[in-house]
């Protein structure tokens, strides 16, 4: 018994420090896989960041397009593709507005859009779509832009999108109605916060009916008023 006794004992030291070997080349293991794979990680984020970009700017650019079919695909899929995360989302409006700005016939003084009314079109969809309120001044400063057509096919775009972010815009609707120094500007935007409508809506074209001196201004808030109230 003696002999098993001392021969179990320096086997067990063995079988002892052994397993404590393993557990720390394990863990020194394990701790380079967690290094590697935040590494991954990290590079694959960045990855898809510049992968995103890019996407995001082909279909704006597919925006531009004279095919019907080409600009409905790229307003569809980068709604979607907005809708995927917030991330997303401020990436396409972000980078619609920075395109935007780039259209020379969308700087403010042109009434007619010769060249770039389908891709207005296109954009001011999207940004009511995805409610972008970031787009708010932008829309503004085009609210009279269009194709110089009359009727519902001459309806300014920005029009619509403006109307669709609803009350939340009210304010700078208002606001941009009175520093508006364009009488034709200022019927778009009588328009847009009639069309808004609500007790808020009536409050502002009242206000703004005491301040104006054009006459053609001054007809359109009085109809709206009037239409206003009576519903």
């Given at each position: ?91 396409i409006i972000r980078e619609l507005l920075k395109s935007v700005g780039k259209q020379q ?59 669709r972010l609803g009350k939340p815009i009210l304010q700078r609707l208002f606001e941009a ?55």
């Amino acid at each position: 018994m003696s002999t098993v006794r001392k021969m179990s004992s320096p086997i067990a030291s063995t079988v002892v420090y052994l397993s404590v070997l393993f557990l720390a080349c394990a863990d020194l293991t394990l701790r380079a896989c967690s290094k590697f794979s935040r590494l991954e990680l990290s590079l694959f984020h960045h990855a898809n960041v510049q992968n995103d970009d890019s996407f995001a700017a082909s279909l704006i650019i597919s925006l531009s397009s004279p095919e019907s079919a080409v600009r409905i695909d790229a307003e569809e899929k980068l709604i979607s593709f907005a809708r995927t995360s917030a991330a997303r989302r401020q990436l396409i409006i972000r980078e619609l507005l920075k395109s935007v700005g780039k259209q020379q016939e969308l700087d403010g003084n042109h009434r007619v859009l010769k060249n770039s009314f389908l891709y207005w079109k296109s954009a001011t969809n999207i940004f009511a779509e995805l409610n972008a309120l970031e787009a708010v001044d932008v829309l503004i400063r085009c609210v009279h832009c269009s194709n110089g057509w009359e009727g519902n096919m001459g309806e300014p775009p920005a029009s619509y999108a403006l109307v669709r972010l609803g009350k939340p815009i009210l304010q700078r609707l208002f606001e941009a109605l009175k520093v508006e120094s364009d009488a034709y500007k200022r019927m778009k935007i009588v328009l847009c916060i009639a069309r808004i409508g609500g007790p808020e809506a009536i409050v502002d074209l009242e206000q703004a009916l005491r301040s104006e001196r054009n006459k053609d201004v001054r007809k359109i808030i009085k109809f709206n008023l009037s239409e206003m109230r009576s519903n």
